[in-house]
């Protein structure tokens, strides 16, 4: 099994910032793609960046100019750098990667999620 640990997040004012990390950890032979999605109250979960292992990255229109994703490989963590915060980011944030196991199994992986709130 694959376990990924968020954290960061918390009460933030417009225009403040905020960092989210999230470690993988487990039966790991190779992290693929990891990012960071969102779910707001009554909306869908949607991506908010993602990055591949060679370092390529994708960002919401929304959020572009404004949160910077990146990960260290060799420890299976990814960041996401949030500024010039606005209240519609608030949302829980959730980290997800894509593994191959050690047997070769590839696997979608979601974490807890984090709260993200930032106040007008």
């Known amino acids: 099994q694959v376990q990924l640990v968020e954290s960061g997040g918390g009460l933030v004012q417009a225009g403040g910032s905020l960092r989210l990390s999230c470690a993988a950890s487990?039966?790991?032979?190779?992290?693929?793609?990891m990012g960071w999605y969102r779910q707001a109250p009554g909306k869908q979960r949607e991506l908010v960046a993602s990055?591949?292992?060679?370092?390529?990255?994708n960002y919401a229109d929304s959020v572009k100019g404004r949160f910077t994703i990146s990960r260290d490989n060799a420890k299976n963590t990814v960041l996401l750098r949030m500024n010039s915060l606005k209240p519609e980011d608030t949302a829980v944030y959730y980290c997800?990667?894509?593994?191959?196991?050690?047997?070769?199994?590839?696997?979608?992986?979601w974490g807890q999620g984090t709260q993200v709130t930032v106040s007008s």
């Open positions: 990055i591949t292992s060679d370092g390529n990255t």
């Open positions: 997800n990667a894509l593994v191959l196991s050690r047997e070769l199994r590839s696997g979608n992986y």
């Open positions: 487990g039966n790991i032979f190779r992290v693929y793609a």
